[in-house]
């Protein structure tokens, strides 16, 4: 009776949830924004400072995408406490990317995917668990915020009497991505893989995510605030994945000029837009995305031998051999983000090299 009694004691002591400390993730390393001082610190750019955009397009440049907090500690376990001002619920990507959290752990050398999580819709703003059972070594921890959602506030949790402590930002430069719902994130399954994030990741550059979901159409108003982003070191452009052709022919210049205006001397390196599998059996899709394709490729070798430090890559690849790549025909998964990110890395990082930036 006694033992019964003293192995129930010690059941129970084993089965007894830890105490959790909290910071706020701001007040740890933020990395991924184009502009690190918003008055929110999860909103991408400022939207009382910056004008123009639609009521869409403000919604879009306050979600979270490509936000990453950085940090370390010994706990062996690790919570997030979220508080939404907008949550995601919509169907063109997953709820671990749209409203989710992904956090990757520093295992020799490299970035390892840890864990997703998840907040359902019956436990909004309630604490998600993102991992157990790991050892009490110190690790380097890198958690992306929701593609898709925008954040109020996010804290990170560990167990009480463990370090909690912001790592120095573990990359390197700033290149600001600006694009359309493929540099977004959309159809990723979780919240860490649009193709900026991967490159990260695999370089050790720093590339910025501001992309704005179907919006990305060579605006002047974005060319004003992508002029004021300060101490970035080269852009990456994603513009020719939403505009119609005759959108490009008269935007296109302008706004090359007025980024030039606004940072001379720094690369500023365009990407052909990749090939969409509902092109496959559709006629006039097929046409249409020819047509466009054709297009920047004149004006872009006329941008390239007009304008120093323009360039136009146009290996960018989202398609396999298979063509298995494709969620919905026009945007891909985790796989084909993975292959854009790797066909690209070699081109954009021999520009990138020219300028001392590697």
């Not at 940090?71 to 749209?98: C, E, L, N």
């Amino acid at each position: 009776m006694v033992l019964a009694f003293c192995l129930s004691i010690a059941v129970a002591a084993q089965d007894k949830a830890p105490e959790y400390i909290y910071a706020e993730a701001s007040e740890l390393t933020l990395t991924g924004k184009v502009f690190p001082d918003t008055p929110n610190p999860y909103h991408r750019i400022d939207t009382a400072r910056f004008h123009g955009f639609t009521k869409e397009e403000l919604r879009l440049v306050t979600e979270s995408a490509g936000i990453a907090v950085a940090f370390k500690t010994d706990s062996p376990s690790i919570r997030v406490w979220p508080k939404y001002s907008k949550t995601y619920f919509g169907g063109g990507t997953t709820g671990f990317a749209g409203r989710g959290f992904d956090l990757y752990i520093k295992k020799d050398g490299k970035w390892l995917w840890a864990a997703s999580g998840l907040q359902n819709d019956n436990s909004l703003n309630k604490p998600v668990n993102m991992i157990k059972d790991m050892d009490d070594s110190v690790k380097e921890c890198l958690l992306y915020l929701p593609v898709r959602s925008v954040m109020d506030s996010v804290r990170i949790g560990v167990e009480k009497g463990r370090i909690l402590e912001p790592l120095e930002n573990p990359f390197r430069h700033r290149v600001a991505v600006f694009g359309s719902s493929f540099t977004h994130g959309a159809s990723t399954s979780k919240s860490g893989m649009a193709y900026p994030s991967i490159l990260t990741r695999e370089t050790g550059i720093q590339f910025l995510n501001l992309g704005v979901s179907g919006r990305c159409r060579l605006q002047d108003y974005f060319a004003a605030a992508l002029a004021q982003a300060p101490d970035v070191d080269a852009f990456l452009f994603d513009t020719f994945s939403n505009p119609t052709p005759e959108e490009i022919q008269e935007r296109l210049f302008p706004f090359i000029e007025a980024m030039r205006a606004a940072h001379p001397g720094k690369p500023l390196i365009f990407q052909k837009t990749i090939y969409r599998e509902r092109r496959n059996f559709n006629l006039e899709a097929d046409k249409y995305e020819r047509e466009r394709i054709e297009t920047v490729a004149l004006l872009m070798k006329e941008a390239c031998r007009k304008y120093k430090d323009v360039y136009y890559i146009t290996t960018t690849n989202a398609t396999s051999p298979d063509h298995y790549t494709s969620v919905d025909g026009t945007h891909p998964g985790d796989y084909g983000y993975t292959l854009w990110a790797r066909s690209i890395r070699k081109p954009v990082l021999k520009i990138l090299k020219k300028y001392g930036i590697r």
